[in-house]
């Protein structure tokens, strides 16, 4: 085979795979595929008190005031965004404290998120990670 009729046919085979790789592309872009499904974040309930009124540092960094909103949490790490609902109040708050808990509780409010929820005593909170 002579070389001029070689770089020929490799060139012509070139084109080909080119135009048959767009054509696959324009067909995969042509479709509107389906988004995926979104994830259903689900309310979970639990036992709530009302942290001590102390100000204090807590192993989050956070300066626990009479009016920081949070939450402390013996697992969830500092940050953590979730959002609390009580009898049809809901507020969107962070873990602030990490640590023990009150006896029976599953994590405490501070007294500002208490009162955005209505919470006066020990309570039943439905809560969910904020997203």
Known sequence: ???????????LAGVALVGALGAIALTRFGDDPEPPPRAVVEWREA???ILAAAEEITVCDVTLTASTVGVAHPVL???AE?????EGRRARTEVVARGTVGGGHDFDVTPA?????GVEAEAVVRWRFAG
């Open 82 to 86: 979730l959002q609390l609902e009580h």
């Open 113 to 117: 998120l208490a009162r955005r929820l």
């Open 1 to 11: 085979m002579k070389p001029a009729l070689a770089r020929r046919q490799a060139a």
């Open 77 to 79: 790490p500092c940050g």
């Open 47 to 49: 036992r709530v008190g």
